[in-house]
């Protein structure tokens, strides 16, 4: 099995691309049915592979997964890129209504209910696929808020702790976003936390 699978991938460009499109395939997937369900023969028939060929390319079902993690990190650090492109007319405040506005939006659900699973799943996860998904996720974000302090805050213990607020208040926010689906309510209190930024910064 695995030789003819290494036959028909042995050109390396073919291996990268192929290995590019059953990432995206098996991205989706799993954007409509979660983690829980991954299991590789079924994966590999829902994308129209096999089981051989995923193991052959990503190495071990681990392996896939950390590309998957790799792959679903992508997106945030995309959103990340562009709200720090915003630089020059953002402050903490802003930052924080515009971070919501993106999570709060109907269309992320799926992508933010994978993050919240994967999330969880890396906490306590030593040396699996999941280990330092959690951590890797607050420090992107922490450097997202942290480029829009004036930078003698930014260093300093009450700047550190003012963004860990909103971090905290960001993540409770999700969770009960997606536990109730009250984007009203929810929305009220980052907004509420947004104006308190403007008072004390």
Do not use: C
């Amino acid at each position: 099995m695995m030789g003819a699978v290494s036959a028909n991938l042995a050109s390396p460009n073919a291996d990268s691309a192929r290995k590019r499109e059953l990432l995206e395939a098996a991205y989706a997937w799993v954007l409509e049915h979660g983690w829980a369900g991954l299991s590789l023969r079924p994966l590999a028939e829902a994308i129209g592979s096999s089981a051989g060929v995923l193991l052959f390319l990503f190495g071990s079902k681990d392996g896939l997964i950390r590309a998957l993690l790799a792959r679903s990190r992508a997106e945030q650090v995309a959103l990340l890129d562009g709200l720090r492109r915003r630089r020059p007319v953002a402050d903490l405040a802003t930052v924080t209504a515009q971070v919501w506005a993106w999570l709060s939006a109907p269309e992320h659900r799926a992508l933010l209910r994978l993050w919240l699973e994967a999330y969880s799943r890396s906490i306590g996860d030593a040396g699996g696929p999941w280990e330092g998904f959690a951590a890797q996720t607050v420090a992107d974000w922490d450097s997202l808020l942290a480029a829009h302090q004036p930078a003698r805050r930014r260093a300093s213990a009450k700047g550190v702790a003012e963004r860990s607020l909103v971090l905290a208040v960001l993540r409770g926010a999700l969770l009960d976003l997606l536990a109730t689906d009250d984007e009203v309510r929810v929305g009220r209190a980052v907004a509420l936390h947004a104006a308190a930024l403007r008072t004390t910064g």
